[in-house]
């Protein structure tokens, strides 16, 4: 198995093997093309679109505010009509699967890659990752992060500056460090 193969299977792979330079190589690109997408000017949103398409895994209809930054781009997979305000940071070491109708605050993380507990084996360089899973929609404010292998379902809202650790399930508001269910969602509320 390739590292590559490894990464995206959420085995724990090295991103750096010097015989297996397909990931290197890969976060170059990716890098080299998020710059790109933060250099244009705000009215040039074909241009945006477009780089969208070469770096992410499936885009339809979204706008992402300046900055965005990936790992490798080619994991990520947004539904329609997505928003991110702006410094979105998403690392795509495994699927990172948005719905459709999602919005993100400025300063989101949301990383799928993680790192071992015991230091001798992360200081080896290995690493690994757990897919995500963002239902439709979803809204995370400001400063929030998800962490590898979370689910959030369908109608949630999460509250500002909070650190997603474990599922959340559909139709409720959650918000703390770790995040937490603080009620339900009835669907006839409004905000």
């Known amino acids: 198995m390739t590292e590559k193969e490894k990464m995206i299977a959420g085995l724990g792979y090295f991103p750096s093997d010097p015989k297996d330079p397909e990931l290197r190589e890969e976060r170059k ?6 710059h790109r997408y933060n250099l244009l000017a705000p009215h040039e949103a074909e241009q945006k679109t477009e780089l969208l398409k070469s770096l992410l895994g499936q885009v339809q209809e979204a706008n992402i505010e300046p900055s965005f930054h990936c790992d490798y ?25 948005i719905g ?5 605050g400025p300063n989101v993380t949301i990383t799928s890659a993680g790192h071992p507990i015991d230091a001798e084996t992360r200081n080896s360089g290995l690493e690994f ?7 439709n929609n979803v809204w995370l404010g400001a400063n929030v992060t ?25 139709n409720t508001v959650a918000a703390g460090v770790p ?12 905000a």
């Open 146 to 170: 998800v962490n590898p292998g979370v689910t959030i379902g369908d109608n949630v809202v999460i509250g500002s500056g909070s650190v997603v650790t474990k599922d959340i399930p559909a």
């Open 129 to 135: 990752g757990k897919k995500i899973n963002i239902g």
């Open 29 to 34: 690109a990716a890098k080299a093309l998020c």
């Open 179 to 190: 995040c937490k269910v603080i009620r339900n969602i009835e669907q006839s509320q409004a």
């Open 73 to 97: 781009g080619y994991n990520i997979y947004l539904g329609e009509n997505f928003y991110s305000n702006h410094n979105l940071v998403i690392l795509d070491v495994c699927p990172v699967i």
């Open 100 to 104: 459709d109708n999602v919005m993100f």
